[in-house]
């Protein structure tokens, strides 16, 4: 209890508070932002922290974490554009309520399914620690392949009416992530002989690309055509689900926030492979699946409630084993390392306060940035009022510097654009881009655990079907294809069958 007592009395430290609330708005504010992300906030906070106390820098670096993880969110409910790659299944209901005037409520779901899902991954931090250390690094490439793969079966649930369609969207991605430099071997893909693209296509600058550019160009036409969306932002209060709404969510964030959580506990995951299958599986579940896409709260609360709680899941193997999962949490590494804190079996054993420190510093800046979000949602929502012509000018701009600061690369903003119209075209053609984004954030590692499998098999095969845990995903894979499959046939024949009685009538 005294390296308790001691992390509490150096928590309790004015300036150690400051930190944290300071860290917590930075992170809010990049995440907010599409092109910057919290990893590149981590980076630049980094440096101020060196001559802070420990508690201090600590409590700065996961306040700027968490928030930049939360504050994915706003952006990608009252713009469409998602903030950070972990906010991407956010917008498909969440900027869906902005339109149909529920900004406030879609905001506040957001909030407190982020708090939720933080804290409840705390809690599971605190308590299990080493069990799902253990469990985590039992997943060698085989497993972590077979999970991948499941993640890209929620193609099909992000398909809208036609697989066909789904399945050409998620290709696009696959085969836009193979341009570049080859990872394990270094030879030129998809490059045409062209220098410039050796850097490949990064996945932010393709995520901005899909969801800022068609959006501006749709904003820009229909203010032409005096057709421009209008909603009336005085309207939009703070707003938090009612206990009615909280009863039937309640369920469904515990299981995506497990879900987070244990995906977070696996190294080369992360935030947009939980929110992608926490958002496939509440509509799966759900008892009204024909209002997700359409502006249902739990399309909302449910990825958000799962990316959120990949933090305290990363952060396992981080103290327990000292495997980052994600460059955020390599730079919180090198934040504990310059700190003098060395993450493994032996900082619980001598660094007890430390431990116990960094547990209340996620607490507080999770309320940190649950206070700050809701009693701020007005003045996000403020940002409705700005005519959509010259906010799309404003975004396009910010979309732009953001773009460019990522790699320091002009060709990144001429690929944003040149992305965003193939994702403008594909709209018009009624293909999702939501599955392109899913595609390059999923294929990268679905590639290199295939290869790095056989690597290790030496071309043999069977190493596919060596672990139970990969039979298993390898099942659940099949499950979902097979149920989406039988959905859409299921749903054609009863459309037909409507039509034929409709003509018989007529």
Not at 311 to 317: D, F, L, N, Q
Not at 366 to 387: M, S
Not at 446 to 467: D, K, P, Q, V
Request: glycine share 12%.
């Amino acid at each position: 209890m005294d390296a308790f007592y001691s992390a509490l009395g150096a928590i309790s430290d004015p300036f150690t508070l400051l930190a944290i609330v300071a860290g917590s708005i930075i992170g809010i504010v990049f995440g907010s932002i599409p092109g910057l992300t919290f990893s590149m906030a981590l980076a630049l906070v980094l440096p101020l922290t060196f001559r802070f106390e420990t508690g201090a820098a600590i409590g700065m670096l996961l306040g700027t974490y968490i928030g930049g993880m939360t504050g994915g969110s706003v952006s990608a409910i009252l713009l469409g554009i998602p903030g950070t790659p972990s906010a991407a299944a956010t917008v498909l209901d969440g900027y869906k309520m902005t339109r149909n005037g529920r900004a406030g409520l879609a905001l506040g779901g957001a909030v407190l399914a982020s708090g939720f899902g933080g804290i409840f991954s705390l809690l599971v931090m605190i308590v299990s620690v080493d069990m799902v250390a253990r469990l985590a690094i039992q997943f060698g490439p085989v497993e972590i392949f077979a999970l991948v793969l499941f993640g890209l079966s929620t193609i099909c649930g992000l398909a809208e009416k036609s697989l066909i369609r789904g399945m050409i969207a998620g290709i696009i991605g696959l085969l836009l992530m193979t341009i570049g430099l080859d990872d394990m071997d270094g030879v030129a893909r998809m490059t045409f002989g062209w220098t410039p693209l050796l850097q490949g296509v990064d996945l932010l600058v393709a995520m901005v690309g899909l969801f800022a550019v068609p959006q501006i160009m749709k904003t820009l036409i229909d203010y032409r055509t005096d057709s421009a969306f209008k909603l009336n932002a005085s309207d939009i209060r703070s707003e938090l689900p009612t206990r009615k709404q909280l009863r039937s969510s309640f369920w469904l964030m515990v299981r995506c926030s497990g879900l987070g959580t244990a995906i977070g506990s696996i190294p080369g995951t992360g935030g947009p492979i939980a929110a992608f299958l926490a958002y496939d599986h509440a509509r799966r579940f759900s008892k009204k699946p024909e209002r997700f896409g359409k502006g249902s709260l739990e399309g909302v609360m449910a990825p958000e409630a799962s990316n959120n709680a990949v933090t305290g899941g990363a952060m396992i193997p981080l103290l327990s084993l000292g495997i980052p999962g994600d460059p955020a949490t390599a730079v919180m590494l090198g934040g504990l390392l310059i700190h003098g804190l060395v993450p493994g079996p032996m900082l619980f054993t001598q660094n007890k306060p430390e431990v116990y420190l960094i547990y209340l510093a996620i607490l507080v800046a999770y309320v940190a940035v649950v206070v700050f979000q809701y009693f701020g949602i007005r003045g996000f929502v403020k940002l409705l009022k700005i005519p959509p012509h010259l906010m799309a000018v404003g975004i396009l701009i910010m979309c732009g510097v953001g773009t460019f600061a990522i790699r320091n690369s002009f060709l990144d903003i001429y690929m944003m654009v040149g992305v965003g119209l193939i994702g403008y075209l594909l709209t018009r053609a009624r293909i999702p881009v939501t599955p392109i984004i899913l595609g390059l954030v999923l294929g990268p590692t679905l590639e290199r655990e295939f290869r790095t499998a056989m690597i290790m098999s030496e071309g043999n095969w069977s190493i596919f079907f060596s672990s139970i845990s990969a039979i298993i995903f390898y099942l659940l894979t099949i499950g979902v294809i097979g149920f989406h499959v039988f959905s859409q046939i299921r749903e054609a024949k009863t459309a037909r069958r409507d039509n034929e009685q409709q003509q018989g009538a007529s």
